[in-house]
Nanobody, 130 residues
């Protein structure tokens, strides 16, 4: 049984930093593409940062480029999202997801733009406010 559990979300002031964690189980993480997504109230879910399974190539949305970094620790079955210089518009529920299908073969950019996750976590709330 595949399971993803996010943690690390909290209330933070603008300009602050947070590191979100995604603990995975039930699959060999190093084979698969992992992504972070977010959804704010009244808005569509958007891809934030995604990382390829084979070469660790990453993609980040323009809105977070230079501020957010996705990384993975396959030995510990963990995925992280380091978020720096947070802004109020980053307020959302953040989800991690894994893409496991061999077809169609996607890039990290594809996964983020198409929101292509086969398994999703329950989300963690990030609120950026003074």
């Amino acid at each position: 049984q595949v399971k993803l559990v996010e943690s690390g979300g909290e209330l933070v002031r603008p300009g602050g930093s947070l590191r979100l964690s995604c603990a995975t189980s039930g699959l060999p993480l190093d084979y698969y593409m992992i992504g972070w997504f977010r959804q704010a109230p009244g808005k569509e879910r958007e891809g934030v940062s995604c990382i390829d399974g084979s070469d660790d190539y990453t993609y980040s949305a323009d809105s977070v480029k230079g501020r957010f970094t996705v990384s993975r620790d396959n030995a510990r079955n963990m995925v992280y999202l380091q978020m720096n210089n947070l802004k109020p518009e980053d307020t959302a529920t953040y989800y991690c997801a894994v893409y496991t299908r061999p077809i169609p073969k996607l890039t990290a950019q594809d996964m983020c733009l198409w929101k292509a996750g086969d398994y999703w976590g329950q989300g963690t709330q990030v609120t950026v406010s003074s």
